[in-house]
């Protein structure tokens, strides 16, 4: 059984450009969340969504948004990025939504740096 | 502002130790907590789950407590191995519907 995929799993981008990353859930799983990782903050959540719903959000800008396909893939974007959005941004599924006692399962990240 | 907090921040020890790594968190209110572990450049892996009505869960050479009323959990690793080496993050999924991480425990086990 595939695990989740995340692509791509490096980007380089300038200031102000807008960027969309990819996650292709294990098959079967319907709750998709994104994460950012960054050196001095951690790992800080971002959404998640399940059936293509947004259920939670966390504190971040509006320039970050996110949706999810009926086939439960999910892209994450950020518009007008900043320097500070270079962080290792990780998403994780599930099989039902989160806080009902299931492991999340994380894909190896998309690292984005921003110059 | 809810928090959740790891010590000690790094640990290295000789290969065979046990070992117990801490995680705190500020709300008693939790729905679960996860103990993750993250190699290098890598995602995370969920190694244990403690529901909210659990005091503990175990796989293989690993425990982990809950104990809700203190705010706290641990992480116990017994006869530590080389490749045991990563990170350990804590998560717990609070009354707010948000997961929250630690800024985890760095271990190195010395062969």
């Known amino acids: 059984k595939a695990g989740v995929t995340q692509t791509p799993r490096y980007l380089i981008k300038t200031r102000g450009q807008q960027v969309t990353l990819s996650c292709s859930p294990i098959?079967?799983?319907?709750?998709v969340s994104w994460y950012q990782q960054t050196p001095g903050q951690g790992l800080q959540f971002l959404f998640e969504?399940?059936?293509?719903?947004?259920?939670n959000k966390g504190n971040f800008p509006g320039r970050f948004s996110g949706r999810q396909f009926s086939n439960s893939r999910s892209e994450m974007n950020v518009s007008t990025l900043e320097l500070g959005d270079s962080a290792l941004y990780l998403c994780?599924?599930?099989?039902?939504?989160?806080?009902?006692?299931?492991?999340?399962?994380f894909g190896s990240g998309t690292q984005l740096s921003v110059l | 502002k809810q928090e959740v907090t790891q010590i000690p921040a790094a640990l290295s020890v000789p290969e065979g130790e046990n070992l117990v790594l801490n995680c705190s968190f500020t709300?008693?209110?939790?729905?679960?907590l996860q103990w993750f572990r993250q190699d290098p450049g890598k995602g995370l892996t969920s190694l244990l789950l403690?529901?909210?009505?659990?005091r503990e869960q175990t796989s293989g050479r690993l425990n982990a407590s809950l104990d809700k009323s203190s705010g706290r959990s641990t992480l116990y690793i017994a006869a530590s191995q080389p490749g045991d080496s990563a990170t350990y993050l804590c998560?717990?999924?609070?009354?707010?519907?948000?997961?929250?991480f630690g800024s985890g425990t760095r271990l190195s086990i010395r062969p």
């Open positions: 994780a599924s599930s099989l039902v939504p989160q806080g009902t006692n299931e492991k999340l399962f």
């Open positions: 098959s079967g799983h319907r709750s």
């Open positions: 969504y399940f059936s293509e719903t947004q259920r």
């Open positions: 709300d008693s209110a939790i729905y679960n």
């Open positions: 403690i529901q909210s009505s659990q």
């Open positions: 998560a717990w999924y609070s009354s707010a519907s948000k997961i929250i």
